[in-house]
Antibody, heavy 114, light 107 residues
Framework: EVQLVESGGGLVQPGGSLRLSCAASGFAFSSYWMHWVRQAPGKGLIWVSRINGDGSSTNYADSVKGRFTISRDNAKNTLYLQMTSLRAEDMAVYYC???????WGQGTMVTVSS | DIQMTQSPSSLSASVGDRVTITCRASQGIGNDFAWYQQKPGKAPKRLIYAASSLQSGVPSRFSGSGSGTEFTLTISSLQPEDFATYYCLQHNNYPYTFGQGTKLEIK
């Protein structure tokens, strides 16, 4: 079964850091571009970042550039999002997405609050 | 950045109705475009890719058309399970951008 399972979300104070993980199974992970997409409560979908199959190329939304880092470990079939200097506006459900946005995880909630 | 303008933002319709949702891109994106359905508390589900190709397993009452800057999603005969929020996505240029969503509600 093709599956993406996110973890690592939780409550963090403004200015804090968090690392999200996404475990992939059921498909050739290393061949797929991977993305993070977020959705603030009651709001729309926002693309956050993308990484190519071997991890050599990345892109970021301007709102997270310099604060978030996307990476992957193809030996572990896992995607990561390291988030630093978190702000209230980063609070959202973070989805891990594979390929041409055809495979989605269930999401993990990040809450930024003091 | 490419802006995706989706309309309408909300729509009230009845079971059996034909509905159309439109997305306009601020510049040409070829057919690097997709439609998604999202139900409360769930991840989005891809319905249409490459502007007009039906995702495997998606009912044939869903169809997509368009290229360049104008795209439409049509549901030919609404079913109770179709009441949800729909989003469009362009993946032609970074940053990839979604439309603001269309909430389809039961009349």
């Amino acid at each position: 079964e093709v599956q993406l399972v996110e973890s690592g979300g939780g409550l963090v104070q403004p200015g804090g850091s968090l690392r999200l993980s996404c475990a992939a199974s059921g498909f050739a992970f290393s061949s797929y571009w991977m993305h993070w997409v977020r959705q603030a409560p009651g709001k729309g979908l926002i693309w956050v970042s993308r990484i190519n199959g071997d991890g050599s190329s990345t892109n970021y939304a301007d709102s997270v550039k310099g604060r978030f880092t996307i990476s992957r470990d193809n030996a572990k079939n896992t995607l990561y999002l390291q988030m630093t200097s978190l702000r209230a506006e980063d609070m959202a459900v973070y989805y891990c997405v594979a390929g041409v946005f055809d495979i989605w995880g269930q999401g993990t909630m990040v809450t930024v609050s003091s | 950045d490419i802006q995706m303008t989706q309309s309408p933002s909300s729509l009230s319709a009845s079971v059996g109705d034909r509905v159309t949702i439109t997305c306009r891109a601020s510049q040409g994106i070829g057919n690097d475009f997709a439609w998604y359905q999202q139900k409360p508390g769930k991840a989005p589900k891809r319905l249409i890719y490459a502007a007009s190709s039906l995702q495997s397993g998606v009912p044939s009452r869903f169809s997509g058309s368009g290229s360049g800057t104008e795209f439409t999603l049509t549901i030919s005969s609404l079913q109770p399970e179709d009441f949800a929020t729909y989003y469009c996505l362009q993946h032609n240029n970074y940053p990839y951008t979604f439309g603001q969503g269309t909430k389809l509600e039961i009349k």
